[in-house]
């Protein structure tokens, strides 16, 4: 069955620092491949689509890979502040082939100022 | 910009009673989906519906259904509800092709 992998513990980062995020999956081939955010109790907020044939994405201070040989994608927030602090969702979409994205089980990150 | 509405904000109810969730997409956008999460898991698939017509089912029990209207709201309706039913209930909408989801603030269901 389709298995999304995300670092499971929380990821605590200094403030100024980089901080990466990783999503592997398999058994899956997506056609795009989303980055969320999710503060507690609200609703995922998109932040980053990638395709399949695309590497690298930057939006801001954020940078998305998307390698489908290694079947993972690795999520970049620069220049990190306390503001970023939140859970990190990563999510596949098949494009046509499918309505619904899935979504891994997210990655808290908590940025010490 | 107009976001995802989602209505009610928070919802008690009791075992066995019934709950009606709703959802106004943004506007123009095709596709509607709702998502369950539960305490510390991810969203998890429940239903889409495409241009008013469902398009894809995933976890949903039978004892919830929903419908898109022809105004585009749509409404997830939970029957004979359990304690396991208490969760985030998250409506997104899209446009089809390639895009971001935008998700509604949810309803958190409670049941007592």
């Known amino acids: 069955s389709q298995k999304i992998e995300q670092n499971s513990e929380a990821l605590n980062i200094q403030e100024g620092k980089t901080a990466t995020l990783t999503c592997n999956y398999t058994?899956?081939?997506?056609?795009?491949l989303q980055w969320y955010r999710q503060d507690p109790g609200r609703g995922p907020v998109f932040l980053l689509l990638?395709?399949?044939?695309?590497k690298e994405k930057r939006k801001e201070r954020l940078k998305v890979t998307f390698d489908t040989t290694l079947k993972q994608s690795l999520f970049h927030i620069t220049a990190s502040q306390p503001a970023d602090s939140a859970t990190y969702l990563c999510?596949?979409?098949?494009?046509?082939?499918?309505?619904?994205?899935?979504f891994g089980k997210g990655t808290r990150l908590h940025i010490l100022p | 910009a107009a976001g995802v509405i989602q209505s009610p904000r928070h919802l008690i109810k009791e075992k066995r009673e019934t709950a009606t969730l709703k959802c106004y997409p943004i506007?123009?956008?095709?596709?509607v989906y709702w998502y369950q999460q539960g305490p510390g898991q991810d969203p998890q698939f429940l239903i889409s519906?495409?241009?008013?017509?469902?398009?894809d089912k995933g976890s949903i029990p039978d004892r919830f259904s929903a419908q898109q209207f022809s105004d585009y709201h749509s409404e997830l309706n939970m029957s004979s509800l359990e304690l396991g039913d208490s969760a985030l209930y998250f409506c997104?909408?899209?446009?089809?092709?390639?895009?971001?989801?935008?998700f509604g603030s949810g309803t958190r269901l409670t049941v007592v």
């Open positions: 990638i395709r399949e044939n695309e």
């Open positions: 058994n899956y081939s997506p056609a795009y």
């Open positions: 506007p123009r956008h095709d596709t």
């Open positions: 999510a596949l979409d098949a494009g046509d082939r499918d309505d619904k994205i899935i």
């Open positions: 997104a909408s899209s446009l089809r092709r390639g895009g971001g989801y935008t």
């Open positions: 519906f495409y241009e008013k017509m469902q398009s």
